[in-house]
């Protein structure tokens, strides 16, 4: 009777272990023998580096937030304990995107400990992405003693973004790029797009965020090349169309300046004083707010 | 005899001589002597006068003849019922024996003066009616007493001893059976001895009691008395009758006459020993020589440490002597072991009793094994003979118990001891020590028992320690032996006493027993042996009066053994053992019932596992995640330290709980060596028992552990890792269990079989970082591959790695990443460079240059054939392109866009496959069949710290050169074994997702837990040949040989 009573505890512990349906590595790798035609489309490298180069740094937003005098709020950023959650490379490059710029906002605001969390994050997910090397602790550490020396800093991260593009482009992977460039660029509206909600007054926060439309297009234009080789870039693109569809009310006109040149350091710099006139309502502004968290969202989880 | 009873006796006597004519001189005489024996003077005449009252002896005198005529009928119906009463009372105190004792002291009390009056005997007759003796019998002893002739006494429990040769007398019953026709038989045994008239014995069955009369002219002496003539006499237990011309008659010789039995049974021993030398080359044993025949109880004393056991061993066939042999019907013990197997039965000093069970079950699975045809009932029916033969049938069911919880007396399991060999019948038993440490009275049944098998034909030899005088007389011969292995004495035990007593001249020397008690003092004979000199202050010296050898000079003198005549026949054998599968059960059986009684075993065993996993999974329960505070199984990183340890728990249980089994029984295998039982049967039954033992609690341990740290999935998998190392760790345990004879110095090895365990598991240490003399790159050291530890643990990690729920649906994909990722990354580059140094120093004359060079376009050649993406170098021809003579520009050119395209290729590879992973998690995770979410899973089955681990993680040189090979150190798990450079070449890197051997690839969990199986079994021979235990044998001898090198001092 004891040996009978055993052997039922030990089924229901067997069986315990044991509900929901799993999915099962035969039923996935013949039902991707089924849809194995997915078209490969070649997509021209330079192209994509002649846009990647257009794109500004996302961090002259965080310049722009800290010298409008808004405080820091750690709050706003992603959780840099959130790196387990990223499993495949899309996320992971992405993510790194988003931490690169919250690693510059803390920087900015000179919030040296939280910036430590996010050094440590960055170089995990970079390591998983296999590109570990161009984030190691000496290329991060230059960042944070430049904090003070924004147009170093933005040198500095510019010419690692650079560096990171031109490797991932020789191994094919430019996607990642691109994905690292559209996190950092929608952790950076993110940011902007919060602050301005708390302070919807800031006219200079929200024609900030009506100027993105320029690298929005831009960005999509890039995704749009990959949205047919990976599903969820797929996704992701979907989701810029969307952005874009709310961006299409804003207009912006540009007031041509006269060339200024000056010399600095006995290096004569000749400056562009283009002004941009941003056309944009405070509903334009909440909408444009909703679908960048609903896609920010989405990519942090 | 009590008051009450003598006096009851008394009137008895007194009822009998008044009937029909009244008390003679004679008879009254007689009532005196038998009062005389037993009472001093002063009773003697108190019982006379009170004799004389009941008889009316002096009244008689007075009163007429007339008178007497009337009186008789009239009393004789008063004294018939006075009789009835006297006899119920003696009835109640006397035990048969005695009643049969009376009853002749009453015949011969009226057969002294021959007056048979039809009312005395009718008497009688009522008497022996009232003690409940058997009709046949009475007539018997009736005859017996009264007959004065030799000729009208014929019966079958006579024995007549006289001067007629015996074979005259077989001859002359044969010719009157042919003349009379069966009717007038004679129906007596005989016995020739040189005397004058008959000496009558008499048997009477139904008490084993013996009585002997003698009719004869001889002054015959028993036991230092002079026989009366015509009187009767009790036969005691060692009783020696001398005769004035012929040889003493001992009781055992005569005795022999009555048994049947022994005609049945015929064994003869013949044993000489010339010599037997211990391993240390001390003389045990010298000249002795030993000769008996069927149903005899052999004595052997010594002084301590004279040789009795070595003795009885050699004797038995234990040990071989150095010189001599030892022959049971013409076979020898030692050459021809198979001829004689099942007649030797041995009982050591020792309790060779399995504790835990019960009386009844000690016999009962002995006897099972002994009688492989016999059924149930009969066995049962068996059992229950011998047991109520030894008087154990009350404590049948009691648990024998050990030394310190005793629940049978020591009389019961000495005599529990002889039973185990009594219930197999052996023909010849050798008894060591039976009595040491009982009582006088469990002495005495003992030996009484000992002393019936005899009678039963049994010969038995029994090592004898201070024995008291009953003890001592029941022996029919003793071997006296003096230190150092001398023989000293042989023959009567009686005799004994008189020999010493008279080879040094003491007074009484003929008187082996006390004249009045008939006690016999054997530690006389020690007195005697041992006596030292005296000083002259009278001080004892350590000097003796006879040395052994002095001693042994004068046995050689006095004795001359006849050696008995080799009985041409098998000996009697009724062992019958079972084929080796019912061994196995009933030894299994056996066992299992053993270890179920004791409940503290069980018990512990049974909690120690659980009780482990409780205290190891709860420690290392490590609950803090990434920020939260939940416990999530993928965090916790002490998963692989937990593996570790229940391999270490494994090995540990498997090793301590068979460290004793073999020691435990080696003193039942002693005595089971007799039986020839199947050793491979024993072990099978060990086997059975540990293995359920250890499936039963690696389960627990696995069940346990798991619930608590959540493991899932991976039951039966980690379990049976567990169990297979807990098997081959059983198997450790009874080869050192067999091998070594303490279990101390068993628990002392545990730590020195487990460390090495630990230390070359693959966690503790890396096998990279070893002695650089065991240290190898990119396989795993040959002594680790030794050690169960690496291939259990290499077993769970990889296969909880590579199979969980979660880590399979990838694997396949993530395999292809990390191999191709590592040619792109990592590969391309290093051959690239090799090239490049090539290119640069080819035609450098320097000899180390050179050196280096060799070695590169070695690794290249290696490594391009051994490659699958040829593009480019299609045409080139390895062996010859890459060698100094053969390397040119063009060749360097070519390999140069070969390596450029070998690592796009890759590259393109990992890309593709990167992309086919996500799209695969993105399908499942956007498939509402499935409610599958990645991190879930992930959080659930799949182990950080242990990816970590079989990714090889936190490695810095990810590739590394080594005795001229490229060798990858990451992703151990992901990189496929090179090709094997030979058949049997089963070696790989640590963590290898699978494994080859003759030309075959195995999954890395099948093949290793193969592999310790394998490992099992080679320990099962070794056990099964008991390699270890000669090993250590031989190591023993040379270690001895070195020390009889040195001279002694």
Not at chain 2, 7 to 32: N, P, S
Not at chain 2, 42 to 54: C, G, M, P, R
Request: aromatic share 10%; hydrophobic share 40%.
């Amino acid at each position: 009777m004891r040996t009978l009573s055993f052997v039922l505890i030990f089924l229901v512990v067997l069986s315990a272990c044991d509900s929901g349906k799993k999915p099962s590595i035969e039923e996935i790798t013949s039902e991707e023998e089924a849809d194995s035609t997915a078209s490969e489309t070649i997509i021209d490298p330079e192209l994509i580096a002649a846009i990647l180069q257009q794109i500004p740094s996302p961090l002259e937003i965080s310049v722009l937030l800290q010298r409008s005098g808004t405080k820091y709020d750690g709050s706003l950023l992603n959780n840099p304990d959130n790196t387990s959650k990223y499993n495949s490379n899309y996320q992971k490059a992405i993510n790194l995107g988003i931490y690169g710029t919250d690693l510059g906002y803390t920087n900015i605001y000179e919030q040296n400990q939280d910036g430590l969390e996010f050094m440590s994050a960055i170089s995990t997910l970079a390591e998983g992405l296999s590109i570990g090397q161009f984030f190691e602790l000496a290329t991060i550490g230059r960042l944070a003693t430049n904090s003070k020396n924004l147009d170093s800093l933005l040198l500095i991260t510019t010419q690692n973004f650079n560096n990171i593009n031109a490797h991932l482009q020789e191994q094919d992977r430019s996607n990642l790029s691109v994905l690292l460039l559209v996190g950092g660029w929608l952790e950076a509206l993110h940011v902007t797009c919060q602050v301005s909600a708390k302070d919807p007054s800031n006219q200079e926060l929200i024609d900030v965020i009506g100027e993105q439309k320029i690298i929005l297009e831009q960005l999509e234009l890039l995704l749009s090349f990959y949205s047919t080789k990976n599903p969820n870039m797929k996704d992701l693109h979907e989701s810029f169309l969307r952005l874009k569809t709310a961006y299409d009310e804003i207009e912006i006109t540009i007031i041509p300046g006269e060339p200024v040149s000056k010399v600095v350091d006995g290096v004569l710099i000749i400056e562009n004083t283009d002004r941009s006139e941003v056309k944009i309502t405070q509903e334009n502004v909440d909408n444009i707010t909703s679908i960048v968290e609903e896609i920010r969202t989405k990519a942090i989880n | 005899m009590s008051e009450e009873i003598l006096k009851a006796l008394t009137q008895l006597f007194a009822i009998i001589t008044r009937q029909d004519g009244g008390v003679t001189e004679k008879e009254r005489e007689f009532v005196i002597s038998f009062f005389k024996q037993d009472l001093d003077q002063d009773t003697v005449s108190e019982y006379v006068a009170l004799y004389d009252k009941f008889s009316g002896y002096s009244k008689e005198k007075e009163e007429g003849a007339e008178k007497k005529e009337r009186k008789s009928k009239l009393t004789s119906v008063r004294d018939s019922v006075k009789v009835l009463g006297l006899c119920k009372k003696i009835n109640k105190t006397l035990v048969q024996k005695q009643k049969f004792v009376v009853l002749i002291k009453i015949l011969e009390l009226v057969g002294s003066d021959k007056k048979f009056t039809a009312q005395r005997m009718e008497i009688i007759n009522t008497i022996s009616t009232v003690f409940n003796i058997v009709k046949d019998e009475y007539k018997l002893i009736e005859s017996f007493v009264l007959k004065d002739n030799v000729e009208e006494i014929n019966f079958d429990d006579i024995l007549l001893v006289n001067s007629k040769p015996h074979e005259e007398v077989i001859a002359s019953n044969d010719k009157q059976a042919q003349e009379d026709d069966t009717d007038e038989v004679s129906l007596t045994k005989h016995f020739h001895s040189n005397i004058d008239g008959n000496l009558i014995f008499l048997r009477i069955r139904s008490v084993d009691m013996y009585f002997l009369k003698y009719l004869g002219d001889d002054e015959i002496v028993m036991n230092g008395f002079i026989m009366l003539k015509n009187r009767v006499y009790l036969f005691s237990h060692g009783s020696t009758i001398k005769t004035p011309r012929g040889s003493a008659l001992y009781y055992s010789d005569l005795i022999i006459n009555f048994n049947e039995e022994l005609k049945t049974t015929k064994i003869s021993f013949n044993a000489d020993i010339q010599e037997l030398r211990f391993p240390n080359g001390a003389i045990g044993l010298r000249g002795v020589k030993i000769s008996e025949g069927t149903g005899k109880l052999i004595g052997i004393m010594g002084a301590s440490g004279a040789g009795k056991t070595t003795l009885l061993n050699v004797l038995a066939g234990i040990d071989k002597p150095t010189l001599g042999s030892i022959k049971i019907n013409g076979y020898d013990t030692n050459t021809q072991k198979e001829r004689i197997h099942g007649v030797i039965g041995y009982v050591s000093q020792d309790d060779l009793l399995i504790e835990e069970l019960t009386v009844y079950q000690n016999l009962y699975y002995n006897a099972k094994l002994c009688f492989a045809d016999a059924s149930e009932e009969e066995i049962d029916k068996r059992v229950m003979e011998v047991l109520t033969n030894l008087g154990l049938d009350q404590r049948k069911d009691l648990r024998v118990g050990g030394v310190l919880d005793k629940t049978i007396s020591g009389g019961q399991r000495k005599r529990l001891n002889i039973a185990l060999e009594l219930i197999r019948e052996p023909a010849v038993m050798f008894v060591d020590e039976p009595t040491s440490g009982l009582s006088s009275r469990d002495s005495e049944n003992v030996i009484d028992l000992l002393k019936e098998l005899s009678l039963k034909g049994k010969l038995i030899f029994v090592v004898i320690h201070q024995p008291s005088s009953d003890i001592y007389k029941m022996f029919d011969k003793m071997y006296i032996m003096d230190t150092g292995g001398y023989p000293v004495f042989y023959g009567n035990p009686i005799e004994a006493v008189t020999y010493f007593k008279r080879i040094t001249n003491q007074v009484d020397s003929f008187r082996g027993q006390c004249e009045t008690c008939g006690n016999v003092n054997p530690e006389q004979i020690f007195n005697i042996i041992e006596a030292q000199v005296v000083d002259e202050y009278g001080q004892l010296t350590n000097k003796r009066k006879i040395t052994p050898t002095q001693w042994n000079g004068l046995y050689k003198e006095n004795f001359n053994i006849e050696t008995v005549e080799d009985i041409k026949e098998e000996p009697p054998v009724t062992l019958n053992i079972p084929n080796k599968l019912k061994q196995t059960v009933i030894f299994t059986v056996r066992d299992t019932l053993s270890k179920l009684s004791n409940k503290q075993y069980l018990l512990i065993n049974l909690l120690e596992a659980p009780l482990l996993a409780v205290i190891l999974a709860f420690i290392i329960k490590y609950r803090t995640s990434n920020g939260g505070t939940e416990y999530v199984f993928r965090f916790n990183e002490n998963l692989p330290a937990f593996l570790m340890m229940s391999i270490v728990v494994a090995l540990f249980m498997g090793l301590s709980v068979s460290a004793e089994e073999i020691i435990k029984d080696r003193k039942i295998l002693k005595r089971e060596s007799f039986l020839n039982l199947s050793w491979n049967s024993y072990l099978c039954s060990k086997i059975i028992i540990l293995f359920v033992m250890s499936a039963i609690q690696t389960l627990m341990f696995v069940i346990v552990g798991h619930l608590i740290l959540e493991i899932k999935d991976m039951t039966f998998s980690f379990w049976l890792v567990l169990f297979s190392i807990s098997c081959m760790s059983n198997m450790i345990g009874l080869n050192i269990s067999s091998a070594f004879n303490s279990a101390i110095t068993v628990y002392i090895l545990i730590p020195l079989l487990l460390i090495p365990q630990m230390i070359l598991s693959g966690l503790l240490f890396s096998f990279d970082k070893l002695n650089n003399l065991i240290s190898t790159r990119g396989t795993v050291p040959i002594v680790a591959d030794m050690m169960a530890s690496r291939w259990a643990f290499e077993a769970m990690a990889v296969h909880q790695f590579k199979d969980n729920t979660f880590e399979e649906l990838y694997f396949d994909l993530e395999k292809i990443e990390s191999q191709a990722d590592f040619k792109a990354s990592y590969m391309a580059k290093e051959l690239n460079k090799k090239r490049q140094f090539i290119f640069e120093n080819y035609q450098d004359e320097n000899d180390s240059v050179q050196r280096i060079i060799k070695k590169d376009l070695r690794i290249l050649a290696k490594e391009l054939d051994n490659e699958s993406f040829k593009e480019g170098i299609e045409d080139l021809d390895l062996s010859t392109a890459l060698t100094i003579e053969g390397y040119n520009k063009e060749i360097n050119t070519q390999l140069e866009t070969y390596f450029e395209a070998y690592r796009k290729h890759y590259q393109g590879i990992y890309n593709q496959t990167v992309d086919k992973r996500d799209e695969r998690v993105y399908k499942l995770e956007n498939n509402p069949d499935y409610d599958y979410k990645l991190n879930d899973y992930k959080n659930k089955y799949f182990n950080q710290s242990l990816a970590d681990l079989v990714t090889n993680a936190t490695v810095k040189e990810r590739i590394i050169e080594y005795r001229g090979e490229i060798i990858q150190q990451i992703d151990p798990v992901f990189n496929d074994p090179d090709k094997p450079s030979h058949l049997f070449d089963y070696r790989t890197h640590f963590y290898s997702p699978q494994k080859h051997f003759l030309g075959f690839y195995f999954d890395t969990y099948n093949f290793n837990v193969t592999v310790i199986w394998l490992m099992t079994f080679v320990f099962y021979i070794t056990l099964y040949y008991e390699v270890l235990g000669k090993s250590l044998q031989s190591f023993g001898k040379i270690k001895l040989f070195k020390k009889k090198a040195t001279p002694k001092k």
